[in-house]
């Protein structure tokens, strides 16, 4: 049976949640102040990622770009290069697009609306309830996983979390739960008892501020819930990477396209394999680089990363090439091997520079 937050003693649900939170909550970087620009940033940054890792990353960034005009000002591999390693690098590219909108049209003042901000690309309905609830302290529901997941078990909700119409039910439920006059400790509340509490697995509900609240306590569910269907399986890909190195002592690497899979940052020459065959790898680098003459030997490095849908099992390959050839659309560039650093790439290719450049 699903609960309404109607069933529940909601004064007693606010009153004990945000009592909670103010006695335990995380010391954040991004809790310093409640400028909308840097809560903005750091929901970008937490997006499909652990605050453990944002951390070092958020400090980083508000040093870079302290503010919102710094960073609308900033060029595209400069940002690039501050967001190296967090992935999903369209949320750095959207963020930038929506705060030089903001300079130009709101004057430098983040929306403090729904509508006004919604409309700002990247700006999707838990990052504008994040922003209008912390920074401004208006009441705006605010759904992410940890809330879904605490309000799921909280008020016995079994429909499939992954769905759009689940994620309105949340929004509409917590617009009736939300605390008026503390909106923004309130949902920082309902976040934190969702990392730190009411976990995934092994929920501590004997520590858990609700749990005289909580249906699925009282029914011994928790561990059932939510309910998510689950990811369908990554697919691999075999993948062959090159070092390919000149007289000059330069390597060569390659700008990846504007729009797609990690789009704008730079990568050795690679591309997909059906079978390592040394056949198939001459065939590859005279179609895709142009490079004929190649001395290889076998890979020096293999390489594992899983993304959300697919896996690239990368071997890599060092050699030497005088002369490529860019195909059309393609950004082929030689560069020192000490001035790697000032250029953003993927994790896996950071992998690359770690292991067979610098060989730590």
Known sequence: ?????????????????????YQNQRDLPWRENRDPYRVWVSEIMLQQT??????????????????LQSFANAPEDKILKAWEGLGYY????NLQTAVREVVTEYAGKVPDTRQEIST???????TAGAILSIAYNKPEPAVDGNVMRVLARVLLIDEDIGKAKTRKMFESELYELIDPDDPSAFNQGLMELGALVCTPTSPGCLLCPVQTQCGAYFEGKQAELPVKAKKKKAVPKNMAAFLIRNDHDEVLIEKRPE??????LWQF??????????????????THYGVRDYNHNEAIQKIEHVFSHIIWNIQVFEGKADTVESTEGTVLK???EE???QYAFPVSHQKIITHSIRGD
Do not use: H
Request: glycine share 8%; net charge negative; with cysteine.
């Open 1 to 21: 049976m699903t609960l309404r937050c109607t069933d529940i003693d909601i004064n007693a649900f606010r009153n004990d949640l945000i009592t909670w939170f």
């Open 50 to 67: 652990r605050v453990d890792t944002v951390i070092p990353y958020f400090t980083n960034f508000m040093r870079e770009f302290p503010d």
């Open 90 to 93: 369209s949320r750095v590219r």
């Open 120 to 126: 700002l690309k990247g700006v999707g309905p838990y």
């Open 259 to 264: 729009k797609g899979l990690l789009a704008g």
């Open 269 to 286: 020459p690679n591309f997909e394999l059906g079978e390592y065959s040394f056949t198939e790898l001459e065939q590859g680098l005279a």
């Open 334 to 336: 030689w560069v020192k």
């Open 339 to 341: 001035d790697l650093e």
